[in-house]
C-alpha cells in the first residue's frame, strides 16, 4: 500500500486494492476483505507512516504495538 500511495494512488483505493479485490477474485467477498458485520474480523492497522502497528485475527489482537 505504501508503494501505491507514494505513486499517486489514494489511500481509500489503495486499501481496497490490497483487501477487497482479492477476496472478491476469490469469491470471499462476504467473509474477508472488508468489515462487515459477520465477517471474520481480520484487520491490519497501520500508522500514518503505513507502517505496521496492529494485527487482529478474527477479532483477537496477534501484535499491538506499544505505542
Known sequence: MRNSV???VSLADAVT???LVPARVL???Q???QLIQ???ADVLV???DLDLR???RRGEW???DAD
Do not use: D, F, K, T
Open 6 to 8: 507514494r505513486a499517486g
Open 54 to 56: 496492529g494485527v487482529m
Open 62 to 64: 496477534l501484535y499491538r
Open 27 to 29: 469469491g470471499m467477498e
Open 31 to 33: 467473509q474477508i476483505g
Open 46 to 48: 497501520l500508522g500514518p
Open 38 to 40: 459477520g465477517g471474520a
Open 17 to 19: 486494492a490490497a483487501a
